[in-house]
C-alpha cells in the first residue's frame, strides 16, 4: 500500500522552524518548481500550466493533511508556526 508521509523511525523530537523552514514549510516541494520551470525552455505555457496544476494538486492533498499531523504532536508551538511560515514561499 502507498503512503504519501515519510517514515521518520520514531516520533519527532521539536519543530524545527529555522533555516529555510522559515520561508517555507514544505522546501522539498517548492524544490520540485526546478524541473517544472524547465519545461518552458520548449512552451511558456506548459511550465506555467505544469506548475499551476502541481500547486493544486499538492495543495489539495497532501499539503492539507502534513498540517493536521504537527497540529496534534506539537500543537500550539505549531499553530503559530503556520501564521509565520507560508506553505510555499
Keep these: 500500500r502507498l503512503a504519501l508521509t515519510a517514515n521518520t523511525f520514531g516520533e519527532p523530537a521539536h519543530l524545527t522552524t529555522t533555516g529555510i523552514f522559515r520561508y517555507s514549510r514544505n522546501p522539498i516541494y517548492v524544490a520540485f518548481f526546478i524541473p517544472l520551470a524547465s519545461i518552458s525552455v520548449f512552451s511558456l505555457a506548459a511550465a506555467i500550466a505544469?506548475?499551476?496544476?502541481?500547486?493544486?494538486?499538492?495543495?489539495?492533498?497532501?499539503?492539507r493533511k502534513e498540517d493536521r499531523e504537527p497540529l496534534t504532536t506539537f500543537g500550539e508551538e505549531y499553530a503559530q508556526y503556520l501564521k509565520t511560515a507560508p506553505r510555499w514561499l
Design 50 to 63: 505544469s506548475m499551476a496544476i502541481y500547486v493544486q494538486a499538492m495543495t489539495l492533498t497532501v499539503n
